[in-house]
């Protein structure tokens, strides 16, 4: 059975991501692309889980950028190098430079970063996942009503916030977690 969506296409069960913690190892601030480092064996990870019909999203606060601690070009080149790391991998990109107190609804904990790449993309809620390592990006994908996925690495570790509904080693682990508990597609 298909799902349809708007004007009859099909939607894509997501997983957005959190970058800083889980995509890569967590670098306070992170402003020279040699301190990216991705985790190992997300490339690989991310192509099959695009492979078999989901999307990939990163969804990122980055408030060193409002804060004066990085500028947007250096921002710019660590993102490019991570996507070199992991292939290229990602079907979408959201980062919100506001740094607290401004109020922002695209700063994670709010949603907005996750319901506006559901107005870009044809996205299936219901089938879709937040994966990060801090309480902001669980609470996040609570609002935007997406399941959630806690890893272990970054500030996962000392995690202290909301239920999550899946608690993972790491992003690796947490998509095949996903892929397990999500019936398949089509």
């Known amino acids: ?5 708007r004007g009859h296409r099909p939607l894509f069960p997501t997983i957005f991501f959190d970058r800083d ?17 991705a985790i190992p064996g997300v490339a690989d990870a991310l192509s099959d889980l695009r492979e078999r019909g989901w999307l990939a999203i990163l969804i990122t606060n980055q408030s060193g950028i409002g804060r004066g601690i990085i500028s947007l070009e250096e921002y710019q080149a660590v993102h490019a190098e991570l996507l070199r790391q992991i292939g290229n991998q990602l079907d979408g990109v959201y980062f919100c430079p506001d740094a607290p107190p401004t109020k922002s609804k695209r700063r994670k904990p709010e949603p ?6 559901m107005g870009d993309f044809d996205i299936d809620r219901k089938q879709s996942w937040m994966v990060g ?11 935007a009503g997406v399941r959630t996925v806690l890893v272990k690495t970054g ?4 995690y202290l916030g909301p239920e999550p509904d899946i608690v993972a080693d790491n992003v690796i682990s947490a998509i095949q977690l996903i892929l397990d508990a999500t019936p398949s597609i089509g």
Do not use: F, H, N
Request: hydrophobic residues 30%; glycine residues 14%.
């Open 1 to 5: 059975m298909d799902r349809v969506g």
């Open 155 to 158: 500030y996962g570790a000392g």
């Open 133 to 143: 390592d801090k309480p902001a990006d669980i609470q996040c994908g609570r609002s």
């Open 21 to 37: 913690g889980t995509l890569m190892d967590e670098v306070d601030y992170c402003r020279r692309p040699q301190d990216v480092r």
């Open 112 to 117: 907005g970063m996750i319901l506006e790449a």
